[in-house]
């Protein structure tokens, strides 16, 4: 992981203000740039969708600081399951688990699951951290394009759109979070 400074104060402080308004930001995670907004702010996530050209059916990605952000996810899960989430956490593995209506359509899309991850990423958890729960986490990049490595990547994709770009850098992972079935196991992205 490449070690960026901690953010600072005053830089969270924009960000949250930025999360809090229903806009959406910036951030690197562990492989690329991200998308983040607040996941139960429908205006924003539709804005984060359009900056996307991502249709809503896919569903979304939630990252968090720690497990604990997920807990309302999780609670159902039998403890072998939780226990194989544990291990692989915090890092770049994310797991489809049921959301029983506990996440807004916005973020499930047409699935039973909504995808979860508990972020290695310094700036991702700080992040999280000071929001007190989970955001949304997509690729910085629109349908089809390359995910970004580089903050100057994201400016191209989407100019003055973004309410707030973090500084930092992407960690060392070489590709995006792979995604599994929690209940079956099965690799949905490698």
């Known amino acids: 992981m490449n070690q960026a400074p901690p953010l600072s104060p005053l830089r969270l402080a924009t960000a949250l203000q930025a999360l809090a308004a229903g806009d959406v930001i910036a951030c690197p995670t562990e492989a690329v740039w991200g998308l983040s907004c607040d996941p139960f ?23 968090a600081a720690d497990e604990a952000q997920l807990a309302f996810l999780l609670e159902d899960l039998s403890s072998a399951q939780r226990a194989t989430l544990s291990l692989s956490w915090p890092g770049p593995n994310t797991w489809l688990v049921p959301h029983h209506g506990r996440v807004p359509p916005w973020v499930h899309g047409d699935f039973d699951t909504v995808a979860v991850r508990v972020s290695a990423h ?69």
């Open 41 to 63: 702010s429908a205006a924003a996530v539709e804005q984060l969708l359009q900056l996307k050209q991502r249709p809503v059916e896919k569903g979304l990605i939630l990252v």
């Open 122 to 190: 310094p700036t991702v958890r700080a992040l999280c951290r000071a929001w007190g729960g989970p955001l949304v986490s997509t690729s910085a990049n629109p349908a089809g394009a390359q995910p970004p490595r580089h903050a100057f990547q994201v400016r191209r994709y989407f100019g003055d759109l973004l309410a707030d770009i973090l500084p930092g850098a992407v960690g060392a992972s070489a590709r995006p979070s792979q995604i599994r079935d929690l209940a079956s196991g099965e690799l949905v992205r490698a």
